[in-house]
Structure formats: C-alpha cells, structure tokens
C-alpha cells in the first residue's frame, strides 16, 4: 500500500485464494516480487477523497506488516 508503505490483510482475496479460488494465482519468488514490487518503483498515492474510509481503515489496523517482514516470511516458509 504506497500510503502507508506497508502490507494489509484483504479479507477478499484471502477468501478466494483458500476457499472460492474464482481467480487465477501465480507463484512468485521474492526476487520477483522485488524487481515488481511498487514500493521500488515508486506507486502513486491512492485519492486520499475517494479513498477516505480504506486510508482511514487500513491506518489504524494493528496488522501492518514492513514489506522486508513479509519477505522475510515467504523465504523462511511461514506464508
């Protein structure tokens, strides 16, 4: 998430991804990831007006995680 340079929980995928499985995932390794992560690349802030209740939302979850955390965990097998 490029305002708050952190990762955050989506409630909606996870459920696809373990359970309606409606969309198609890839495996991708943490190199990849980095060479396409956003937060390299530099990602444009969301509307911070039409966007105002996720900001808000996603500010205050207790679960932010630091992008080299959740690499870290990919690479350690902790997914």
Not at 44 to 53: G, I, K, Q
Not at 55 to 69: I, V
């Amino acid at each position: 998430m490029p305002d708050t340079w952190k990762f955050h929980l989506n409630e909606r995928l996870r459920d696809d991804f373990f359970m309606a499985r409606d969309l198609q995932y890839e495996q991708v390794t943490v190199a990849k990831a980095k060479a396409k992560a956003m937060i390299d690349a530099g990602l444009e802030p969301v509307d911070e007006e039409l966007m105002a209740d996720s900001l808000t939302r996603w500010r205050s979850e207790p679960e932010q995680f630091d992008p080299e955390q959740v690499f870290a965990s990919v690479v350690a097998g902790l997914r």
